[in-house]
């Protein structure tokens, strides 16, 4: 066993000393660490330092400050390899820009000495209303700063921003004519995209109020709808369907209340009332189990306005 750990510490402390050296020029320190690793390892250098101080570190203490120098290792190796990328981008941009510059100084100086003929290209495409041609003349020679070339070129630039706009107004409205007046939402974005385009067309102003109004009543009428159901809703048990108030008021009217067993409830709305039924058992004057029903006008918030029918 001994002779095992000793193959081994030479085999990781050579290795760990070429890796020092080979490290030395990317990480100083981090190569550093690699053979001071190295040389905890090294028999050699264990002798030595016994040698010279007649102290030995244990297995256990050697183990952790072999682990330690490695994780700091990491590190610097980790922030010296950060520097290096970051020395290699900046030279990137650096390059990079000289590039453009020289691009940019290149394009003003064939401008410079071909002014009149970019120009006279430049004219006659605009005047034919070959405004990409224009474009695509006139656009890396705007770094020049001549007026005259900027001039043309943001013509041709309106130009095309103007028949875009024409061309996406027909297409909106075209869309508009398959939509119908029923879909408030649909209808109201698309004029808000028409009114962008056309902030002062009174027509697009109109029909966008138009549609932002009945999108806001179709709201309401949805939260009142809701309301109204909720409202009509709390009149009956969750349990049964039975209606709270008229049964209440069958069981004060039955010879045995404690005999009521609710058998079916419907109702119809009538708009500012309803009318209920309720179908229902319970036992007689002679103790017998009959089937009878009741029918009732009752407000929206339950209340018993008449009784129409009964059993």
């Known amino acids: 066993m001994k002779y095992v750990y000793l193959i081994l510490n030479w085999?990781?402390?050579?290795?760990?000393?070429?890796a020092g050296l080979t490290s030395l020029f990317e990480s100083p320190v981090?190569?550093?660490?690699?053979?001071?690793?190295?040389l905890l390892l090294l028999p050699p250098s264990r002798s030595f330092a016994y040698s010279k101080t007649n102290k030995e570190l244990s297995v256990k203490a050697r183990s952790v400050t072999v682990f330690a120098l490695f994780m700091a290792f990491g590190l610097f190796v980790g922030q010296a390899q950060s520097r290096k990328e970051q020395e290699l981008a900046a030279q990137q941009a650096r390059e990079q820009a000289e590039r453009a510059a020289q691009v940019r100084q290149e394009n003003i100086d064939y401008f410079n000495n071909n002014k009149e003929e970019i120009l006279a290209q430049a004219n006659t495409a605009l005047s034919q209303k070959n405004y990409q041609a224009v474009v695509s003349q006139t656009s890396k020679f705007l770094v020049s700063g001549d007026e005259q070339l900027?001039?043309?070129?943001?013509?041709?630039?309106?130009?095309?921003?103007?028949?875009?706009?024409?061309?996406?107004?027909?297409?909106?409205?075209?869309?508009?004519?398959?939509?119908?007046?029923?879909?408030?939402e649909q209808n109201r974005d698309l004029y808000q995209q028409l009114l962008i385009m056309h902030p002062s067309n009174e027509k697009y102003k109109e029909k966008l109020t138009h549609y932002t109004v009945k999108i806001e009543e179709e709201k309401q009428a949805k939260i009142a709808v809701e309301a109204r159901k909720k409202?009509?809703?709390?009149?009956?048990?969750?349990?049964?369907g039975s209606h709270n108030n008229?049964?209440?008021?069958?069981?004060?009217?039955?010879?045995?209340?404690?005999?009521?067993e609710h058998d079916?409830?419907?109702?119809?709305?009538?708009?500012?009332?309803?009318?209920?039924?309720?179908?229902?058992?319970?036992?007689?004057?002679?103790?017998?189990?009959?089937?009878?029903?009741?029918?009732?006008?009752?407000?929206?918030?339950?209340?018993?306005?008449?009784?129409?029918?009964?059993?």
């Open 231 to 240: 409202r009509i809703d709390r009149q009956f048990s969750a349990w049964d």
């Open 11 to 18: 085999a990781f402390g050579v290795l760990f000393l070429l």
């Open 150 to 184: 900027i001039k043309i070129s943001n013509s041709a630039k309106a130009a095309i921003a103007e028949k875009e706009k024409v061309q996406k107004t027909e297409s909106l409205l075209a869309k508009l004519k398959t939509i119908p007046a029923s879909k408030f």
């Open 246 to 260: 008229l049964e209440r008021l069958i069981k004060r009217s039955m010879n045995d209340p404690d005999s009521y």
């Open 30 to 38: 981090g190569a550093l660490c690699l053979i001071a690793i190295a």
């Open 264 to 311: 079916e409830t419907v109702y119809w709305d009538r708009g500012d009332h309803l009318v209920i039924r309720t179908t229902y058992r319970g036992k007689n004057a002679f103790g017998g189990v009959v089937r009878n029903f009741v029918k009732a006008k009752v407000s929206l918030d339950g209340d018993i306005l008449q009784i129409l029918d009964q059993t």
